[in-house]
C-alpha cells in the first residue's frame, strides 16, 4: 500500500495549499497540488494522535481522491505539529 509520507516528498516540490475545517470529532483538509498539470485533490483527516496513512483513493473525472487517517500528530507537508486548522503554507 503507498505510504502518505512518500506522498508528501512528491507534493513538497509543486505549489500546493490546503483548506480545512473542522468536523464531528476529527479536521477534514483538501489538499489541492498541480501534478504533471492536473490537479489532485486530497482528502485528509486529521485526528490528534498519530501518524497520516492512506485508508482509501479512488479516480473520478481526472481527480485523484485519497482519505488518509492520522496515527502521529505532525504534519507531514509544513514539518509542525498540528494543533489547529491553519494549514496554509
Known amino acids: ?3 502518505f509520507r512518500s506522498m508528501g516528498q512528491q507534493c513538497q516540490h ?3 495549499w490546503f483548506s480545512c475545517y473542522y468536523q464531528g ?3 477534514r ?3 489541492y497540488s498541480a501534478t504533471h498539470q492536473k490537479m489532485f485533490k486530497t482528502l485528509l483527516y486529521f485526528n490528534p ?3 497520516l496513512d492512506i485508508v482509501d483513493s479512488c479516480n473520478d473525472n481526472s481527480q485523484y481522491y485519497v482519505k ?6 505532525t504534519n507531514l507537508f509544513l514539518s509542525r505539529p498540528i494543533t489547529s486548522c491553519l494549514l496554509s503554507p
Not at 488518509?68 to 500528530?73: E, N, Q, S
Open 1 to 3: 500500500e503507498k505510504r
Open 14 to 16: 509543486n505549489s500546493a
Open 25 to 27: 470529532r476529527s479536521y
Open 29 to 31: 483538509a483538501v489538499f
Open 49 to 51: 494522535r498519530g501518524i
Open 68 to 73: 488518509i487517517k492520522l496515527i502521529w500528530a
